[in-house]
């Protein structure tokens, strides 16, 4: 049985170590500069200050997928609270069925009870994340270009 949950940064640490890496490895577009090393205890502050929402998908003792996402006021709108995604994953060999999903509308039930009112996510060009988001009523807010400089 599959359970998703919320999980602290010290399960991560534990658990999703080759996740992160495979996932790197499928994802990242400059790996020459964007050379995976999690900033761990930043993510501790942010966690002990109530800005990091971490849900994990387990298999037994097995994290199979996660969605990290980062809570806080907008700058621009201080009277709005967003939920921005930062990593969204799911193991290959379990993206046959709806894990995606599920990890997806748990991320926006668990953002919504703290109080978010907007909730935004990056995708790559022509990946399922990039297909899935307008059918889930999701529409382009801003467009993200990148250059090695």
């Excluded at 049985?1 to 080759?18: G, K, L, N, P």
């Excluded at 502050?45 to 990091?52: D, N, P, S, V």
């Excluded at 990890?103 to 919504?112: N, Q, Y």
């Amino acid at each position: 049985m599959i359970e998703i949950r919320e999980s602290t940064v010290d399960e991560f640490a534990q658990y999703a170590a080759t996740l992160f890496d495979e996932h790197w490895q499928e994802v990242a577009l400059n790996k020459q500069v964007m050379i995976l090393k999690p900033d761990w205890q930043r993510y501790h502050a942010m966690e002990q200050q109530g800005a990091l929402l971490a849900l994990g998908a387990f298999d037994g003792d097995e994290m199979i997928g996660y969605s990290v996402s980062f809570v806080l006021r907008h700058l621009h709108y201080a009277d709005l609270c967003i939920c921005s995604n930062d990593i969204l994953f799911v193991t290959e060999a379990r993206r046959a069925g709806r894990l995606g999903l599920q990890l997806i509308r748990e991320t926006e039930k668990a953002a919504k009870a703290r109080g978010t009112r907007l909730m935004l996510w990056h995708a790559k060009q022509n990946t399922a994340l990039a297909t899935i988001m307008p059918k889930l009523g999701y529409g382009v807010q801003d467009i993200i270009f990148s250059k090695e400089i």
